[in-house]
């Protein structure tokens, strides 16, 4: 074809790229979230990807960008970060069927092994199956039917801070072990089981880390061999990952053995088993991600607990007070008295705050694109809820990191309706399905810890006062504060005398 004019063949392309453009322009649904500064081209923040405590980072990026939802790339990943509790509630909560899946995460699942885990599992069919049944046996009317195992596990705490109170971490992690044991088993705790969740939940922290994440945007990754030098993700993933392909087998197998051998006690598994209404994998999902998700994070808030009550010595004086006019000094705190101890309960409410043990809550993954306050939110995003700025909002929590039940409290001692620390179990669609649960466990052992004990601050070697000041908080999915050393005493003769009269109670303990 011969062109008459010469300037068309510059102009018509020209066009062509100025209507493609503009018709993009047109489509574009908006701009992306806040990006954090230093940018590179292709690798994105993959050099500024934090890599401990991802929390505090994510609050750092929203005071330099003035922004509370912020959104950082990973080459052509975007992950979006929320940083307050108006933007994951209108998500999470109000647009719930398109926030509600969960990211590939490909080492977790195949390296670590994490495959059969509900908090992990995408939105679907299975994911629906097994958290059905999970809130069938944790719903809030259901947990009553526990309180004879919570109480005894309890009472067992109180003996064993008794007989060796510098293992009060120990302690705890028997206590809230042999509750869930107990409620999804019907099975006592052992070392191996103890040893089993703890090295899981330090694997799902690594599966969760920005090091894992990067096998979902280099695939090849997962084929790399163990020994491969520059990334050993494979070789650290093996300390871990038989310690997970153990989780969901060895307390259901003890189960089945004892149902064969009629000796049983009533539990979840052994419900679910007997009705036979769900497949074995559903069952060991359940049961399992229930024992993963149920121990570390009690543990990691009982001794959050311990470390307030050392830096915070009148909330405990005050907590106590209350104690001793309702329940008195001839018996041990029960469930009935929760009504009567607004203070307590403001305490824990506090407690959940405080110190977040799930500072990130688990990634959250879109659906489909989404845009929001004018931001385009690309589909397959990895969504972050940075659940520790919500609890740290100075606005809704004035001097967040100081310890003050009073915050949930109206002038006249009542609690207020108006605020709550609920925010620490998750919003939507996957809401913590334990929280019933575990705020039953943490409010009566935490009654009856204040009921018998004072928690001082220890001595070193030479006498001298150890101050609890800054003690710091690991990193990783479930929190816990670094060591530190306390003194746990009984108040009183009285006192000690009630911890040992709970020796009596060491029986089997059948469900009602
Ligand atoms: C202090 C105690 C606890 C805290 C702070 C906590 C917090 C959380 C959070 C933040 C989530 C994720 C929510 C989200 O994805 O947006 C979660 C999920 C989950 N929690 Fe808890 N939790 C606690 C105790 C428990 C207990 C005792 C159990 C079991 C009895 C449990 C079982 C689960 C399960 C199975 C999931 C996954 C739910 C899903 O993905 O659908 N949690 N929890």
């Avoid at 052509?76 to 069927?97: D, Q």
């Avoid at 153990?246 to 419900?271: F, H, I, N, Q, V």
Wanted: include cysteine; charged fraction near 20%.
């Amino acid at each position: 074809m011969e062109v008459s004019n010469p300037g068309l063949l510059i102009a018509i392309p020209l066009i062509a790229l100025a209507y493609v453009t503009l018709n993009r322009w047109n489509r574009s649904p908006g701009p992306l979230p806040p990006i954090p500064a230093g940018k590179l081209p292709i690798l994105g923040h993959l050099l500024q990807m934090p890599q401990s405590h991802e929390w505090l980072k994510y609050l750092e990026w929203s005071d330099q960008t003035g922004s509370d939802i912020l959104c950082y790339q990973v080459l052509n990943s975007h992950v979006i970060v929320l940083n307050s509790f108006k933007a994951v509630s209108e998500l999470f909560e109000g647009r719930t069927s398109i926030y509600s899946n969960r990211p590939t995460l490909l080492a977790l699942r195949h390296i670590l092994g994490f495959h059969w885990v509900l908090g992990l599992m995408p939105y679907g069919k299975q994911f629906l199956e097994v958290r059905k049944a999970s809130n069938h046996y944790l719903h809030n009317a259901s947990i009553k039917k526990y309180r004879p195992i919570q109480t005894v596990a309890i009472h067992s705490m109180l003996r064993g801070l008794h007989r060796e109170p510098e293992k009060f971490v120990e302690h705890a992690r028997h206590m809230a072990g042999r509750i869930i044991l107990n409620v999804t088993y019907g099975i006592e705790p052992n070392p191996t089981y103890i040893r089993t969740v703890y090295h899981s939940v330090l694997g799902l922290g690594l599966g969760l880390s920005p090091r894992a994440l990067l096998h979902d945007m280099f695939p090849f990754l997962l084929k790399l061999p163990e020994w491969f030098p520059l990334f050993r993700f494979k070789a650290d993933a093996k300390k871990f990952s038989p310690y997970v392909a153990a989780l969901p087998d060895l307390p259901l197998d003890e189960t089945r053995k004892a149902m064969a051998e009629g000796t049983a006690r009533p539990s979840m598994a052994a419900s679910m088993l007997a009705d036979g209404g769900l497949p074995d994998s559903i069952i060991r999902s359940v049961t399992g991600s229930l024992y993963l998700a149920g121990t570390e994070t009690t543990v990691a808030t009982i001794t959050n607990f311990f470390l307030a009550m050392l830096k915070y010595p009148d909330v405990q004086h005050k907590a106590r007070s209350e104690i001793d006019s309702v329940v008195g000094p001839n018996r041990l705190p029960d469930f009935r008295d929760e009504p009567n101890l607004p203070y307590l309960s403001a305490l824990i409410k506090e407690l959940y705050r405080w110190r977040v043990v799930t500072p990130l809550g688990t990634p959250h993954s879109l659906i489909v694109d989404d845009v929001y306050r004018g931001y385009h939110f690309p589909k397959d995003s990895i969504v972050i809820s940075n659940l520790h700025a919500i609890m740290h909002d100075p606005v809704a929590f004035p001097e967040p990191n100081v310890f003050r039940p009073e915050r949930y409290l109206e002038d006249a001692g009542k609690p207020t309706s108006t605020r709550s620390s609920d925010g620490v179990f998750g919003y939507g669609g996957r809401v913590c399905p334990g929280r019933y649960l575990t705020k039953s466990n943490t409010w009566l052992a935490v009654a009856s810890i204040l009921a018998t004990f004072d928690i001082e601050k220890a001595t070193d070697e030479d006498g001298c006062v150890i101050e609890p000041d800054d003690v710091g908080a690991t990193s990783g999915v479930v929190s816990f504060p670094l060591p530190f050393k306390c003194k746990i005493t009984p108040r009183s003769e009285a006192a000690a005398a009630l911890i040992a009269g709970t020796a009596d109670e060491e029986v089997v303990i059948p469900l009602p």
